[in-house]
């Protein structure tokens, strides 16, 4: 099956500045990459995803980058802000089952 | 739209006793997964169901769970005898069709005590 890994598992930036997630994936054949921002107390939350046919997206201050031949994906987070502060995930998926990394906790100091 | 809506939020019950997780997925969703989350394992996907049939449910972890889903907005996690161990956070999440984003509910956080 997949196997999705997700670095680094802890993240502190300062207020304004960039954050950087990377993910990999083991199966070739995934070719749709959600990333989801869970807060404390919540569900997991759709911030942003991308197909295989893109090799990048961005929805204001947030982009994600996909290789496909290196089969890596990764989160860029600009302009950071306090309640940026949550846990991340990434996922793959090739049909009905994502498979989902092991998170990354972002703080954003003030 | 209402987003995916779990009950109870919260359940404290006695080890051996019978607990049962409540889902309602967001209306049109065809595809309804029930995850766990801990600590050491993340999040791990038990059963998933399309058109109200189960799929897959290699990631039920005993016996012990059981997964319904009677129609479109109505699904079931049962767990009889629970443990201590099972003692995590569940969430729901539906999504329309195959490989696309799934929505999940806040969860509900089980302590078996």
């Known amino acids: 099956g997949e196997n999705v890994e997700q670095h680094p598992s802890t993240l502190s930036v300062q207020e304004g500045d960039s954050a950087v997630i990377k993910c990999t994936y083991s199966d070739s054949a995934s070719n749709y990459f959600p990333w989801y921002k869970q807060e404390l107390g919540k569900g997991p939350q759709l911030i942003i995803d991308?197909?295989?046919?893109?090799g990048e997206k961005k929805d204001q201050r947030i982009a994600v980058t996909l290789n496909k031949t290196a089969k890596h994906f990764s989160l860029h987070i600009t302009e950071t802000q306090p309640e940026d502060s949550a846990v991340y995930f990434c996922?793959?998926?090739?049909?009905?089952?994502?498979?989902f990394g092991t998170g990354t906790s972002l703080t954003v100091i003030p | 739209d209402a987003g995916v809506i779990q009950s109870p939020r919260h359940e404290v019950t006695e080890m051996g006793q019978e607990v049962t997780l409540r889902c309602k997925p967001i209306?049109?969703?065809?595809?309804l997964f029930w995850y766990r989350q801990t600590m050491m394992r993340g999040l791990e996907l038990l059963i998933y169901f399309n058109n109200n049939v189960p799929i897959d449910d290699s990631g039920m972890p005993e016996d012990r769970f059981s997964a319904k889903m009677p129609n479109a907005s109505f699904s079931t996690l049962k767990i009889q005898p629970s443990e201590p161990r099972d003692s995590a956070v569940y969430f729901c999440?539906?999504?329309?069709?195959?490989?696309?984003?799934?929505?999940f509910g806040d969860g509900t956080r089980l302590s078996i005590l």
């Open positions: 999440a539906s999504s329309s069709r195959s490989n696309q984003p799934q929505h």
């Open positions: 991308i197909r295989s046919n893109v």
């Open positions: 996922a793959a998926s090739q049909g009905n089952q994502f498979y």
């Open positions: 209306s049109g969703h065809d595809y």
